[in-house]
């Protein structure tokens, strides 16, 4: 029903910036949250950040300050900036979907982030 497909990931040196968007596409109406998860190469799946679908935020202890997620509710799509950036933050990145009154969550392919000099 829902399709979400991420892009901006790519190679960046410590301390440099990204952006990542992700847009949403089919049966999705019009109240649904979003997130950004992350997985590092033998770890598990984390929460990076999360939007409300009034535009409530919240961030892992571990990004807070450098990372903001947005969303743009007319085209369906939420941005991830991450600024100053460490080799930590080295990780696949998943979009994430929930309608607000549906059990059903969807996800994006990912998008590959790597933080290296």
């Known amino acids: 029903q829902v399709q979400l497909v991420e892009s901006g990931g790519g190679l960046v040196q410590p301390g440099g910036s990204l952006r990542l968007t992700c847009v949403a596409s089919?049966?999705?109406?019009?109240?649904?949250?979003m997130d950004w998860y992350r997985q590092a190469p033998g770890k598990q799946r984390e929460l990076v950040a999360h939007?409300?679908?009034?535009?409530?935020?919240s961030y892992a202890d571990s990004v807070k300050g450098r990372f903001t997620i947005s969303r743009d509710n007319v085209k369906h799509t939420v941005a991830l900036q991450m600024n100053s950036l460490k080799p930590e933050d080295t990780a696949v990145y998943y979009c994430?979907?929930?309608?607000?009154?549906?059990?059903?969550?969807?996800w994006g392919q990912g998008t590959q982030v790597t933080v290296s000099s």
């Open positions: 994430h979907l929930k309608k607000l009154f549906q059990s059903t969550s969807y």
């Open positions: 089919g049966t999705i109406g019009s109240l649904y949250i």
């Open positions: 939007i409300g679908d009034g535009g409530s935020t």
